[in-house]
């Protein structure tokens, strides 16, 4: 049975109600620094140090307890959840780890550029994931037609899916709201994506639907299989562009 590991001050990930006024300003968004590419690295660590503490629950197969452990709670949250592959076939989200063992990764929505950054960090390591036979997967809460669009501009390797209903998002309770988009360390994260050469699309960004639900929406990355309830590992965003270290994901999927 798998049980989660202890982690410090877990935090709230849901904010409700999922209402919240287009006119929000968030002068934290772009806050007043000089940046150059050489101090913005060191920018960014004493915020991601401070996320990193309980940003991550991790699973381990070797620990036991009696009752019901956290990887069935989980399991027990996707039952009937569904996902869209591109044609529009409706997957059973379990099964994307149900006869193999996947990396699954949850975007904020597919017009998001810090999404797409991870996106194509998670793809360069494919090949690792792939000797390992381990899938790699991403789901976003939008339309078939965005994840397709989505496929087009980023020529992700991995497989993807659509979440129109987000569905998933509230059974693994992502963080969702305004206070968990627009703050400094995201900022600083889109500054950074951008000098890197990542691009925002504007087009599925406002699209109605990302406009009044997943522009919020926060992420996180699975690593669970094979088996229904093998969960090995779950990360959730605190917050935009709260990425895990790529190492924790490889030592989880791969090891």
Avoid at 66 to 84: N, Q
Avoid at 98 to 117: I, M, N, Q, T
Wanted: hydrophobic letters at 40%; one cysteine or more.
């Amino acid at each position: 049975m798998a049980v989660p590991l202890p982690v410090a001050q877990a935090p709230p990930v849901i904010e409700r109600p999922r209402t919240f006024s287009t006119t929000t300003t968030s002068t934290a968004l772009l806050p007043k620094v000089t940046f150059s590419r050489s101090n913005l690295a060191s920018s960014l660590q004493p915020l991601k140090r401070g996320l990193r503490s309980n940003s991550i629950v991790s699973f381990s197969a070797s620990t036991t307890s009696p009752g019901t452990g956290a990887a069935e709670s989980i399991v027990k949250s996707l039952e009937g959840v569904e996902v869209f592959d591109l044609s529009g076939k409706a997957v059973p989200i379990v099964d994307l780890w149900r006869d193999r063992k996947a990396v699954v990764a949850f975007a904020r929505h597919f017009g998001c550029v810090l999404c797409r950054k991870r996106a194509d960090l998670l793809a360069s390591k494919q090949d690792v994931m792939s000797s390992a036979g381990v899938a790699l997967a991403l789901i976003g809460p939008g339309s078939v037609e965005q994840a397709r669009v989505f496929s087009e501009q980023t020529k992700f390797k991995g497989e993807i899916y659509a979440d129109p209903n987000h569905s998933s998002y509230d059974a693994l309770e992502f963080a969702y709201g305004v206070s968990k988009t627009f703050t400094p360390a995201a900022g600083l994260k889109i500054i950074q994506s951008y000098m890197e050469g990542y691009r925002q699309d504007w087009g599925l960004s406002f699209h109605k639907e990302t406009r009044t639900r997943g522009g919020w929406q926060q992420g996180g990355i699975l690593v669970a299989g094979p088996g229904v309830t093998n969960i090995h590992y779950i990360h959730k965003d605190r917050e935009a562009g709260d990425d895990p270290e790529i190492e924790d994901v490889l030592q989880a999927c791969c090891a």
